[in-house]
């Protein structure tokens, strides 16, 4: 039985050994001079004004959770689209029943002020 994981094990290992080899070959080839200007943080072409770990407004994850619901929400249209014929009423009231559930959320975060810049 362990001799049908043979061809496995044997392309993990080449796998590791020929990723190990283009790394070590960067190391061993490749230029190494650092200075003073390469070692320092870029940051948009000026000096870092700020801490790194300053704290962000709540709104940036809300835009962001927004982004990914209305992104999967398209990831779902796009296969529900192409098989509407097949699925027929069962599959389009499924779907305004998911898309009215997605604008109330969205209705939601508006009246919130979620979407509100100042």
Do not use: H, Q
């Not at 290992?13 to 070590?24: K, L, P, T, Y």
């Not at 001079?33 to 801490?51: I, L, M, Q």
Request: glycine share 8%; charged share 20%; with cysteine.
């Amino acid at each position: 039985m362990l001799e049908n994981y043979l061809p496995v094990l044997i392309f993990l290992i080449v796998g590791g050994v020929v990723g190990a080899m283009m790394i070590m070959t960067g190391f061993v080839l490749g230029p190494s001079k650092p200075d003073s200007e390469k070692n320092s943080p870029y940051e948009c072409g000026f000096e870092a004004f700020e801490d790194s770990r300053m704290k962000f407004d709540v709104r940036y994850y809300l835009v962001a959770i927004l982004f990914i619901l209305f992104d999967l929400e398209i990831a779902f249209m796009f296969p529900w689209a192409i098989v509407l014929d097949k699925i027929g009423y069962f599959g389009l009231w499924s779907m305004i029943i998911f898309l009215s559930i997605l604008v109330v959320g969205f209705i939601y975060e508006w009246k919130k002020g979620a979407l509100e810049w100042e």
